[in-house]
């Protein structure tokens, strides 16, 4: 078996794993967000919207950037085998993450009067704040579970971990939400962070124990001194990203109201769960993968390829079909009451081919350390979007959240390219310039037919159906999988035509 086989196979077994624990998560989440959507309606949904992003402000704040920097420096150790080394980042990060934990919740706390003024818009919500400052502390010390589980490569404990937390968080949540109502909304809110943190607690439990030996206090300084340094950065651009993201929900609630706000909401979430397997694969295996090879910009440029031709593979019939059958998905998540996020859905699937395409170049920003320039990549984009939709929503109305969506990922594509051509002198391959092409186009056909005609659903069917078999085959011949498997990829590539460009190089 070659290299290259082999790493498509990884990839795709990769793929598999999190797409299916991504599968099972938005089949759940179906039942969750429809009982959601019924028991509170518009503006109940808009109220999670806001509690939700005033919390991820604020755990974003309180973290420093260590989650994200700590997946690259133990995937970087254990890329080195050195055990003193990932044993030391272990317990750093465990002592460092705990105290950041407890002094950022303690701080929501201690501000909750002016959050609930400036944010929500009244001081009657201050209570709620303070029982959010619970899910800041939660959502901290899981945060460091997290990065661990995933720096250490360990794909099915984070499936695992995906999947019984999304089952957990569905039950007791609706379970709440039918006994307290709308009133019940932040208890609602608090259940993801806690049940992440407590099941992450029992899988890091089981991971294997490296005693670091002799351990100085000096070597936990320096690397908790490695660790902010490296995450400031980082903790700015997360910060932009959660401050916009709220920005954006003021925006709409001021401008058109809370039920606006929970039809964003909607969309959001969808557009958010469909494409979440393809990127959730990347943030579990690639991102660590690429952190050990980022120096060799060969290795790392064929990596960057195979992860996007297979991530565009993967997701484009989704895309397809999703854009002509956008009223029915989101009539069978929600209700008829959430009709207006039809428009902004569509707008948002466009965007999100150019977001899967640009994610695998990002990573190579994140993988190389280079926190400043990740944080003014980070900045510009999510400014762009807020500023799109702070001026043009009171004239354009709900759709300009999904335009700008769109607007955001044009600008950021060629330019995490430049960077990545940059850093490891990255150029795209043919059949990933090609894939991305016929994506884009047939998405983008299927969404001018759905507007301007009755016949938008079916021919996203056939659409969807054909590049399906294309990915089928395509996907099989690059693994080179056998049985089952392998004669359904030969059938699909008899049907579609295919030629072997299995070892396409850059253009």
């Known amino acids: 078996m070659s290299e290259q086989v082999s790493s498509y196979r990884r990839i795709l077994k990769t793929s598999s794993i999190i797409g299916g624990a991504s599968t099972i998560n938005v089949l759940i989440g179906v039942l969750r967000t429809k009982v959601l959507a019924l028991l509170v309606g518009p503006a109940g949904l808009g109220l999670v919207s806001l509690y939700t992003s005033l919390m991820g402000t604020a755990t974003v704040v309180a973290s420093l950037g260590i989650g994200t920097v700590g997946t690259r420096q133990v995937a970087e150790a254990t890329a080195k085998e050195d055990a003193h080394a990932l044993a030391v980042t272990r317990r750093a990060m465990f002592w460092g993450m705990l105290i950041l934990a407890v002094a950022g919740g303690g701080l929501v706390w201690t501000l909750r009067g002016i959050l609930a003024e400036q944010v929500l818009g009244s001081s009657k919500y201050s209570e709620v704040v303070g029982w959010l400052a619970l899910g800041v502390t939660f959502s901290v010390a899981g945060a460091s579970q997290g990065a661990l589980i995933q720096g250490m490569r360990r794909i099915g404990d984070l499936a695992r971990l995906s999947i019984y937390g999304s089952l957990l968080n569905t039950v007791l949540g609706i379970t709440l939400l039918w006994r307290w109502g709308i009133s019940g909304l932040w208890a609602y809110v608090l259940l993801g962070p806690l049940v992440s943190m407590l099941l992450g607690y029992v899988y890091v439990s089981r991971l294997p124990k490296i005693e670091p030996g002799d351990t100085a206090f000096k070597e936990l300084t320096e690397q908790w001194k490695a660790l902010i340094r490296l995450g400031l950065p980082f903790v700015g651009a997360g910060l932009a990203q959660t401050l916009v993201s709220l920005w954006i929900r003021v925006s709409v609630n001021d401008a058109l109201g809370v039920d606006a706000v929970g039809h964003f909401q909607a969309a959001w979430a969808i557009s958010m769960q469909y494409v979440g397997f393809v990127l959730g694969a990347m943030g579990a295996d690639y991102y660590p993968r690429l952190t050990g090879i980022i120096n060799d910009p060969v290795a790392a440029t064929h990596l ?15 895309f397809v079909a999703m854009m002509g059958l956008a009223p029915w998905v989101i009539h069978l998540l929600y209700t008829p009451a959430f009709s207006a996020a039809v428009e ?28 400043k320039t990740f944080f003014w990549t980070e900045t510009l984009t999510l400014l762009l979007m807020g500023t799109v939709v702070a001026v043009f929503v009171p004239a354009v109305g709900l759709r300009i959240t999904g335009i700008a969506f769109l607007v955001s990922y044009i600008f950021l594509l060629p330019l995490v390219y430049i960077l990545a051509q940059r850093r490891i002198q990255f150029v795209w391959s043919g059949a990933v310039v090609r894939l991305l092409a016929l994506a884009f186009g047939l998405t983008a056909l299927v969404a001018l037919t759905s507007t301007f005609t009755a016949w938008g659903a079916p021919i996203a069917v056939i659409l969807a159906a054909g590049f399906f078999v294309y990915s089928a085959g395509r996907l099989a011949h690059m693994s080179d999988v056998g049985g089952l498997a392998g004669r359904l990829g030969q059938f699909a590539r008899k049907i579609t035509m295919q030629k072997g460009h299995k070892h396409d190089g850059p253009k």
């Open 344 to 371: 902004v859905l569509r707008w948002q699937i466009l965007g999100d081919v150019l977001k899967v395409a640009s994610w695998p170049l990002g990573f190579v920003i994140l993988a190389a350390g280079a926190g």
């Open 304 to 318: 960057v390829n195979e992860q996007t031709e297979i991530a565009l593979l993967l997701s484009a019939p989704v």
